[in-house]
Every structure is written in C-alpha cells, then in structure tokens.
C-alpha cells in the first residue's frame, strides 16, 4: 500500500461518523466489561499458563503437527498438511468437486480469510455461504471484516437492513431483533441442503487429534453437523500438546474477546461423528482437517516473531489501540488487523506490504497490558520497523543526521545551538523539528514551540560554578567536577561563541534568571544548614534528553531544585547527548548503539549513585535498552547493567527517599488546587511508575481528580504526530475532553513529549482554564 | 451414548450450593433453570414447557434419562404436540422444542456438558427454537478445568463430538446489541433430576 493511499483510506475513516462513533463507544465499553469478565480470574496467571502452553507448542510445532495427524488419523479424519495458502485452496476446490459439492457453508475461519478461500471456490462456481452473521453481511455488500471477532462493527442497523432487503427482496424495518430472525431463516435453509462445512478451530490439541471450536451463534455446531462432509482449516498456530492445555485458553479466549465468561458453544471434534445426508439416512461423515502453514514455520524460527505464535486471536491489542479505535480495520488493508496483524500480515504478506500498516502504530505499548498471550506486541513492531527501515533503507537525510550528526555531540548541539538562534524571528514555526525525533516527520505542524535560548547544560554550568564556589569556600570541592565543567566550558565557548553572544544579548531574559537564581541559592544554603551537616549526599547525575535540554530547561532546573531539598547532590554531565532511541525507531539500531557507549563513559566518569531522566523514554532506553544493545560484548554489557541499575525515574526516587526516611521530607506549600494526572504511555507500561507522581502531587497538598483513561496515549508518540497529524489530533482530542471532565486547572505530566502536545492542542483549543505543567515544576513552584 | 466413568463429586462439594450457585450463573447467560426431586416432577415440568411454547411437534434424543422421562403415552392420543424419537433430521428443523440429556454441568460458567456424538443429541439441540436439558443433579462440578480434568482422563475414550452449552444461541454483531437466538435455539430450559429414576449414573 502506497503512503498516499493509506493516507486518504484514513481521511475516509477519520470521516465515516458510524465508524468512529461505533468504535469509540466499543473502546470503552470494551474496558469495563472485560473487566467485569475477569473479575473471578486472575488475569496475569492465565497469560503467564497461555504464553507457556503457547510457546512450548510453538516451539515443537513440527512435531506436535505430525502427533496431532497422526491422532486424528487414527480416530477417522484425513489430515492434509498445506505449506502454502495455494495447496490448501487446490486440496479443498479437489475434495469439493470429486463430491460433487454445490453449496458450501461457512463457520467463521480467519485461517480460510487468510488464504482467501471464498472468492477461489466461488470462481469454481460452487455457493459459498457464511453462516456468521457478521460475516454474512460483509459478504453480501462485499466488503472486507473490519474487525477480528465483530466483522460488522463499522455498520449501521440501517445499513444492515437495506444489505438484507436487497437479499430477500422484501423491503426490511431496521430492527435488529427482526434482522437476526431473517438471518436466521435464510440462512437455515443453506444448512439443509449443504454438502460441505468449511469451518475454522480455535485450538488443535495434538495428544488427542481434538479441534476446539468457540462460539455463539451455533453456526459452528450446524455446519460441523449437518453436512456430511467437513473441512476445518487450521495454522500450525493453534497446536497445543495437551488436551488440558486447552483450559486457560478456553477461560481467557471468551473474557478477552467478548466479555463472555465462555462462549454459548465449546465444541470440541475428536475425529469424525455420525451423520445423515439430506434425506435423513445414515451416511460416513468424512472430517479433512487442513493444517495449513502458509509463512508460519518462518515465523516460528525466526527469534523474535515466534512470540506472534502464541496469539489466541481474541482481538484485544484491536480494541485498546488509541488508533485503531479511531480507524477501525480496513485502513489495515489486510485480513489481521490491528498491532498484531502489522505482525501477521509481514509473515503472510510479504515485509513490503507491513511497512505502511506498522508506521500507524504510536507506539504507545497499551496492547501489551492487554494481551492474554502475554506477547510483547510493542517489542515485535519495533523490530519489525527496523526490519522495514533496514529493508528499505533510510532517507539520505535521515542517514546523514543519524550518521554523521547525531553520534557526534559537539556536532550535534553545536547545530542546535545555531538553530536556537536562527529561529528567532521564525519562532512560531517550531524548530523543534531540528530534534532527531523529528526527523520521521512530513506534515506541517503549527504550535510547537521553540527552541529555548539557553539549554539547560548551559544553566548547569552557571549552577555549577556557584556550587563549586560555595564548596571552595568550605575546602570540599569535587576537583574532578570543575575540571570536567571548565573544559566543557571551553569547549561550548569556543564552538558556540556566535550563538552564545546573541543569547548574552537577552539582557532582559539573562537578569530574570540571575534574580532566581539568586534567591534559589539563598534558599538552598538554608536547607543545606538543615540537612545532614558534612556527610556526603548522594549524588544524581541529571541525564537531560533532547527535549528537556533545549526546549523545557525550566524542568531540568525544577528537578534539581527538588533533589537539592531532599538532600541529592545534583551533576550534569556535559558530555551527554541525545538517548538515541528516536535512532532505532527509524531502524538505525547501530547509531543508538554507539551514542549509548558514549553515554555510558560519560556517566560512568560522572561517578552518579543515581542517574534520573526527565524523559521516560530516555528512562526506557538507559535502563533497558541500552543492556540489550550491548547483548554480544559481555563487558560492555556488565558496564550497561550497572548504569541500567542506577537509572531512575524522578518520581519514583523522591518519593521513595521520602518514604523511607533516607531523605527529609519535601517541605512544600500546599497547592490547594485540582490537579489531575495523565500517565505517560512510556512511563506507565516501560517503566511501571504510576504510584509515585500521584502521591507526590497529594504530598504537594494538590486536590487529585483522576481523569477518565488517565493512561490513554495523548497522541504525541514522538515523531507520530508529524507522520500523522490527523490521527495524533484526534487522539489528542480525545485526551483533553477527558482532562476537561475532571474540572482540573492543572494537568500534571512527567514527560516532556506528551507536555508539548498537550500544551499544543490546549493552545489549539483556546483553553485557558486549564495548564499543562511537569510534576517537578509544579513541586518546585512549592517549595 | 457413554459418558466416561466419571467419578463426578470430590470431597466438599455439595449439590445443594452447587445448585444454587450454578442456577444463578447459568441465568446469567439466560438459561431457565429448574430442579425436580424426581422423574415424574420432571416429566411434569416439562410438559408445562411444551405447553407454554404452543410447540406442534417434539423432538426427543432417546437417552435412558430421556426415555424413562417421556413415555410414548406422554399425553392421551390427540390431545398434545406429536413427539418423535426417531428420523430426526427429518423432524427436527420443523419442531418446536428439542428435548436431550446431559452429562455434566459447570457451576462457575452455568455450561452444560454433553457428549454429542449421537446426532440426534446435536439435531434437537440446535434446529428447534427451544431446547430442555436434562441433568441428574449429582453431576454438577464447579470449575472448567475439572470437567476438562474428567475427559482428559482417558485420552483415548474422548468422544468424537463432546459440546459445552451455556445458554441459548446469542449475537452481538449488529451494533454490538445483544440478541438471543441466531442459528441455534432461542431459549433454554435446563431441569436438574435429584433421583433420575431410569438412569444409571
Ligand atoms: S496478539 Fe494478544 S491481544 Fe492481540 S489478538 Fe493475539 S492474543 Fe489477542
């Protein structure tokens, strides 16, 4: 699919009101009665006995393939082993016509979706009739499902009634209790005369040669019951090795998809049952089961898309995606849909036909907590875009930035320096952009905002020098600091002096900022005198990233405001640059590598106890990206862990010196305001930080009001809301009716990404009532 | 139609709580459920059914429960619904009520468990628009797993068309509006037998 055709399929969905408001009122239903559906089963031990039943098989797939054929076999039924989508159409079109089969009906089957079996089988001139009523009114307007489990969701009763009307030739009322009813009737006439049941299974238990079926409508029991004859197509994917296996499936399989505690019907097929032809005399029921591999033994061998094995097709990463809440499943273009059919289609459609599909995931990690496979949906995307990225190659752009700019810091910071200045009377065209996350971004964006005319490494060396000065005095100076600090400064001096003197020239902005800092300094001697006299304290080394430094500096000095009153020593180690994930989303893995060792020396030097990040991706990638890359060179990664081990989040380190008494409390102001919180998706679902923040806000006296889906994405994304700014508007929409609901005036964040976008649609939106501001601030501005 | 030698109650378990629990779990999934002390009360509860629905024509898959339950004599001659035993593919899409028993039941899903191997046991339980289950009530077990746990026993004695039932047929895929009854039954009547006469458990 082309970029511009995606594009104008999601202007189309953006547009379709039935769509976006049948989908947005799915997505939230959907959260409350699935909840309500687990609300006797432990969600997490299920998925971890899933994940392990399903890896275990996916490992031994070969075998239990041929242990599962050769049981069925043994109890009756005719095992064809299908390696492509085209074996398996030939192997049924031969069975049907040696049968001499007129009408065939179908039971819901992804697989046959899969390997679109209808349109072959009708071209042979045979009725192919879907008997699932969501299936059935997709096929009669001749579209495609757009959803895994409700295939119709993006249709309207009304619509429904003129597809049946126009079916029956009667002219039909748009009532749903009648439109079932006339399904149903039609429908039972084509189970009577069948002769063949196409129908799909849910699990293939190997031990037993048993198919499980799952479903409600009884569809499935007529078409495996009636016809005398019976094919079921099944992926290799839904072998388990025992018939026990099938329980925790069978428990979370109906909770996941449909909020259901168990479907109305488990059907579970062990060989061939008796059956009658049409005039009611016994005849031998013949049962073919078509195991079909069609890119899975691949995908199986491949070691990190064998995880996308383990899924039990419940459709749940569909229904928690900021996304595909927005655009339903046609814009996905092929038959799975959502974060696991970008995965699915790379397998059984080629890599080239995912790299549209994976691109409109924001990344945001929601379906992860979701899946009852416990697959780690975010992890297998981001691979898969480097995959596509590695495929398709980088943008000569994007690979000189990448490889020339950003693993050289004086490089890189000396042109955002330049930028700083020469945005100046351009300021309302954001030069954010100059940050690497922007370099995936097309769109023209208004409301970013600007550089800022001193970065934050800047401050830290006005900040230092007083430190230093006021510990010369007490004969207690760190001397490797000053050195370090003083050579930096020499450094910055001599590559930005034209920058520099242009912001020197900022009189007004530069007395501003002497007036604080003044006063802070005044401030922080008194709780100095307080605090625990000549023992060390620890030690925080500041690691800023992009956004922090050169946009939001004030965050920076926020943090370490608050760290100084709970007893930290603060460093900023001037050698670091950019994290560089925003690399490895564009598929350069290899320059997030090498900017992560000069990191990691630079911090090592920095002899920090604790290393804290403003940015939780930043947070993400120091603490577990970094060790991963660094897989392969033991020693490098030894060095990579022991960083990783000292990387917090802000929060969570102040609020936990506090708790534990290793720090004095945070002596703070009571805010006496409404605050409500949003979860950032990183520091949420990478990092598992959401306690924290709140609490620190309830210490600061703030009144906390949560906001509906406080962890829904905001639709920032990185560079998402460039590539997509429709989508990210939407999504940011959504998020700020939810911030609007709680009545709040301040909204509180702890990421700097999701801050610029809030701030942007607030601005967008003229609202004045409301800020958007970063806990540190807010807690600084207390103290 | 052999149901496994199931060994069904462990200690702890009580029929009476099981009862109860399942009848609220199973109308929770709109099943109607009922409890007989014996095969007459059942046999009268469900000829109250019958009635209730105006069904012309009955289906029944012979079963010893079944069988004892409905005699051919059910109603005088000529004065209720024909009921048929036998040719079911022939009677079933047309009859008004199925009637079939069953070998276990799910307290926690409201699930009945039948091994439907029979195809008459699948034709009246999925062709008329109401269906009447019978179960002895000894057979209810509390959880999934352990009505798998029985099965799984024996492998090799799996029948080759094993069906678990909780309520009647149901579609959500029209705006997503719950509707009860699509290709199978619309309604379903579960009776429990305390003293299943006719059958040996
Ligand atoms: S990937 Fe997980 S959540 Fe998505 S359909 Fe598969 S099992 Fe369900």
New binding site residues.
């Given amino acids: 699919m082309s970029d511009t055709s995606i594009k104008g399929d999601i202007r189309a969905a953006l547009s379709n009101e039935n769509l976006r408001g049948a989908l947005g009122r799915f997505a939230d239903d959907y959260l409350e009665s699935r909840q309500a559906a687990y609300r006797n089963k432990d969600f997490n031990d299920l998925r971890d006995k899933i994940a392990e039943i399903k890896s275990r098989a996916a490992g031994r797939m070969e075998e239990l393939a041929e242990r599962f054929a050769a049981e069925a076999a043994r109890r009756g039924a005719k095992v064809f082993r299908a390696e492509t989508a085209g074996q398996a159409r030939d192997y049924i079109l031969n069975l049907a016509r040696e049968r001499g089969v007129k009408t065939i009906v179908k039971s819901k089957s992804m697989a046959s979706e899969e390997i679109h079996l209808n349109r072959y089988l009708a071209e042979a001139g045979m009725e192919v009739v879907e008997t699932d009523l969501g299936e059935w009114i997709i096929q009669l307007c001749g579209q495609r499902p757009s959803h ?1 489990v409700l295939p119709a969701i993006h249709m309207t009763r009304g619509q429904v009634a003129g597809i049946f009307s126009r079916e029956t030739g009667e002219e039909l009322p748009p009532e749903i209790s009648r439109l079932v009813k006339v399904a149903r009737e039609n429908l039972r006439q084509k189970f009577l005369k069948a002769e063949l049941g196409i129908s799909g299974a849910n699990i293939a238990v190997a031990e037993t040669g048993t198919l499980v079926m799952v479903t409600n409508e009884g569809n499935g029991r007529l078409t495996t019951t009636l016809p005398p004859l019976h094919v079921a197509v099944v992926g290799l994917e839904k072998l388990v090795e025992r018939f026990i296996d099938a329980v925790p499936i069978l428990e979370a399989l109906p909770r ?1 998809a449909t909020s259901q505690q168990l479907t109305s019907y488990v059907t579970m097929l062990t060989g061939p049952a008796p059956a009658v032809d049409a005039s009611g005399s016994p005849v031998q029921k013949e049962m073919h089961i078509v195991l079909l591999n069609n890119g899975r033994t691949e995908m199986q061998s491949d070691p990190v898309f064998k995880e ?1 094995l ?9 229904n928690v995606c900021p996304v595909f809440q927005l655009v339903g499943g046609h814009v996905f273009g092929y038959v799975y849909t ?3 059919g970008s995965v699915l289609t790379a397998f059984f459609n080629g890599l080239e036909n995912a790299a549209e599909i994976q691109s409109l995931c924001l990344g945001c990690q929601r ?1 992860k907590d ?4 416990k ?1 780690n ?1 975010p992890r297998l995307i981001n691979d898969l875009r480097t995959r596509i990225a590695q495929q398709s190659g980088l943008s000569l752009p994007q690979r000189l930035f990448l490889k020339k700019v950003l693993t050289n810091r004086s490089l890189f910071h000396g042109l955002l320096r330049a930028a700083a200045v020469g945005q100046k009377p351009f300021v309302k065209e954001g030069t954010v952009r100059h940050l690497p996350f922007f370099l995936a971004g097309q769109a023209s964006v208004r409301n970013l905002p600007a550089l800022a005319e001193e970065p934050l490494r800047n401050w830290f060396n006005r900040y230092a020098a007083r430190e230093a000065e006021e510990k010369a005095g007490k004969g207690a100076a760190r001397e490797a600091d000053k050195r370090d600090s003083k050579q930096e400064n020499n450094q910055e001096t001599r590559k930005e002096s034209k920058p520099q003197s242009k912001v020197e020239s900022t009189t007004e902005n530069k007395a501003g900022d002497a007036a604080e800092g003044a006063a802070y300094r005044a401030k922080t001697e008194k709780e100095a005198g307080r605090k625990t006299g000549s023992k060390a304290r620890p030690r925080a080394g500041l690691f800023a990233g992009c956004l922090t430094d050169f946009i939001y500096p004030e965050i920076g000095i926020s943090m370490v405001k608050v760290l100084e009153s709970t007893g930290f020593e603060v460093v900023f180690p001037r050698g670091q640059t950019c994290c560089g994930y925003p690399a490895r989303q564009l598929g350069a893995p290899e320059v997030m590598a090498e900017v992560a060792r000069q990191n990691l020396a630079v911090f090592e030097d920095a002899g920090a106890d604790y290393i804290l990040t403003p940015c939780p991706t930043c947070t993400h990638a120091l603490k577990n990206i970094y060790p991963e890359l660094s897989a392969g060179d033991p020693a490098l990664q030894a060095r990579a862990a022991a960083m990783a081990g000292k990387v917090c989040d802000f929060a969570e380190l102040v609020y936990r010196q506090i708790k534990d008494g290793t720090a004095p409390g945070l002596r703070l102001k009571a805010l006496n305001k409404k605050v409500t919180y949003h979860d950032s998706c990183h520091l949420k679902r990478s990092l598992g930080i959401t306690l924290e923040p709140r609490e620190l806000l309830k210490t600061a006296g703030a009144k906390l009001v949560e906001m509906p889906y406080a962890d829904r994405c905001c639709g920032f994304g990185g560079s998402y809301f460039l590539k997509y700014p429709e989508l990210s508007a939407q999504i940011l929409d959504q998020k700020l009716d939810c911030i609007r609901k709680t009545g709040a005036g301040l909204v509180a964040v702890e990421c700097p990404g999701c801050l610029m976008q809030l701030r942007k649609g607030l601005k967008e939106r003229g609202e004045k009532a409301v800020e958007a501001r970063f806990l540190a601030e807010i807690l600084a501005d207390q103290l | 139609m052999a149901v496994p030698d199931l060994e069904v109650a462990k200690p702890g378990w009580e029929a009476g709580a099981l009862y109860d629990t399942f009848k609220t779990n199973a109308g929770i999934v709109s099943a109607r459920v009922d409890r007989a002390a014996d095969n007459t009360e059942a046999a009268l509860k469900i000829k109250e059914i019958i009635l209730q629905t105006g069904a012309k024509k009955v289906v029944a898959a012979p079963s010893p429960l079944v069988d004892s339950l409905l005699p051919d004599d059910l109603w005088a001659a000529g004065t209720g619904p024909a009921l048929h035993r036998k040719d079911l593919r022939r009677h079933a899409p047309d009859a008004g009520v199925g009637i079939s028993a069953f070998d276990l039941a799910i307290v926690e899903t409201g699930t009945l468990v039948q091994d439907a191997t029979n195809l008459d046991c699948r034709l009246v339980s999925t062709l008329p628009p109401v269906h009447v289950a019978l179960v002895p009530t000894d057979r209810i077990v509390p959880t999934l797993q352990d009505a798998l746990e029985l099965y799984g026993r024996d492998p090799d004695g799996l029948p080759p068309y094993l069906a678990f039932i909780s309520g009647p047929s149901r579609t959500a895929d029209i705006e997503r509006v719950l509707t009860i009854g699509v290709h199978g039954p619309s309604e379903l009547y579960i009776i429990f037998i305390d003293r299943p006469g006719g059958e040996t458990v």
Avoid: D, V, Y
């Fill in positions: 895994m996941s996308a383990q899924c039990i097709r419940c459709a749940s990463c569909l959502g974060s696991i379906c979701f899946c009852p496979a697959i949906l």
